[in-house]
């Protein structure tokens, strides 16, 4: 007789195996591992690319080249074969004239020369770069064609890299589609989040929105405005695309053109640089751009120095009487003492300094060297 209980977990576990099938079966968690797949590949390739640079510099520093995909496929070439043809080299470049330059400096190099196990170590290193490269192209590709089918709205709005890293952030469609204007503004900006809330620095106004070409360029004033903007329409577009199925991205974009129109119009230039400096040097010094109160017109009479030394103060003995304060009634303590801490003085210390302070023997303290009671310093000797 087959025992109950085993039966039972056996048919409890075949149930969470359907549950987890079911959960996965969408293709938003293949688009959400292949875009941070994405992301990762791209930071190790950018330093794969530097290194090779650096690397390939000391054998041909020469030569330079800003395509990094051209750069990689000659350096692989000239690892295979230290004089390559023309026709390699213009098959490569594309470039009568560049082609030709790097064939003449290939004798006349200033750097080392390559060979032995040196040239197979380079050419394994660029060919894995090389693999990381064609891996980014596979994969760009898939994410453009999976945010078109999942986030159609969303990726005819901002762009298909974006709508994948927004689902990212998220974690779902579901959760995405649910969140408002404001989270889905600042998705991709949590620690800059985090760090205004904690110590309270300058908020963020954006996250992974600022990948937009329209908020890249825009001016400094309104780049938060429009990440607002975009996000208000992503909220409606998101909705669109995880419970309507419906395509109003069109209407959306008109609509939202219209807008960043109007607000690139409404927003005044601001002056160059040096007409700023010139128009601020009667306030600070020699146009630095900040504001001095004291230089301002019309304001020296109550903020200049000389003004606010005959005000009294702390420091000097104006609105003291008889060695006292006239706001506590306490004996005047001297400038650099510490304040007086009342009942925790002792009487004989209360008198002693009474007497000091008497009328008759009455004296600046600040003219000390150490001020009042205070113990000199102890003398250091060497």
Do not use: C
């Not at 008889?322 to 510490?338: A, H, I, L, S, V």
């Amino acid at each position: 007789m087959a025992d109950p209980f085993e039966e039972l977990r056996e048919k409890a576990i075949a149930a969470a195996k359907s549950d987890i099938k079911e959960a996965y079966a969408s293709e938003e968690f293949a688009l959400i591992q292949s875009i941070d797949a994405y992301n990762e590949t791209a930071k190790s390739y950018n330093l794969a690319y530097e290194r090779l640079s650096e690397w390939y510099g000391i054998y041909y520093p020469e030569i330079k080249i800003g395509n990094p995909q051209t750069f990689i496929g000659l350096a692989m070439l000239m690892a295979e074969n230290q004089n390559p043809t023309r026709e390699q080299l213009l098959s490569l470049l594309k470039d009568e004239k560049k082609a030709d330059s790097i064939l003449s400096r290939l004798d006349t190099t200033m750097g080392r020369k390559l060979g032995g196990e040196e040239k197979i170590a380079l050419a394994g290193f660029a060919n894995m770069a090389y693999r990381m490269q064609s891996a980014m192209a596979v994969m760009e590709s898939y994410i453009t064609a999976a945010s078109k089918r999942l986030l159609p709205n969303t990726s005819y709005l901002t762009d298909t890299m974006i709508a994948a890293e927004l689902l990212s952030k998220a974690g779902s469609m579901e959760r995405l589609a649910t969140m408002p204007a404001s989270t889905i503004q600042l998705l991709g900006a949590e620690k800059a989040l985090f760090k205004h809330i904690k110590y309270g620095s300058k908020p963020p106004k954006y996250g992974i929105l600022f990948k937009l070409p329209v908020i890249t360029a825009a001016k400094k004033s309104v780049k938060g405005k429009m990440a607002r903007m975009y996000a208000a329409k992503l909220t409606i577009a998101l909705k669109a695309d995880y419970y309507t199925k419906n395509f109003i991205a069109k209407e959306l974009k008109e609509t939202l053109d219209k807008s960043v129109e109007r607000m690139k119009a409404s927003t005044p230039d601001r002056p160059e640089r040096k007409e700023r400096n010139a128009d601020n040097r009667q306030y600070g010094r020699g146009g630095s751009g900040k504001f001095n109160r004291f230089n301002k017109p019309g304001r020296q009479d109550s903020f200049n120095r000389q003004n606010r030394q005959n005000r009294p103060n702390r420091f000097n003995n104006h609105g003291k009487q008889d060695g006292f304060n006239r706001q506590d009634n306490r004996p005047d303590r001297g400038r650099w003492q510490k304040p007086d801490r009342g009942n925790r003085r002792d009487s004989s210390h209360d008198n002693r300094h009474d007497n000091r302070h008497d009328q008759k023997n009455h004296h600046d303290h600040r003219d000390q060297p150490h001020g009042g009671n205070r113990r000199p310093p102890k003398r250091k000797f060497r």
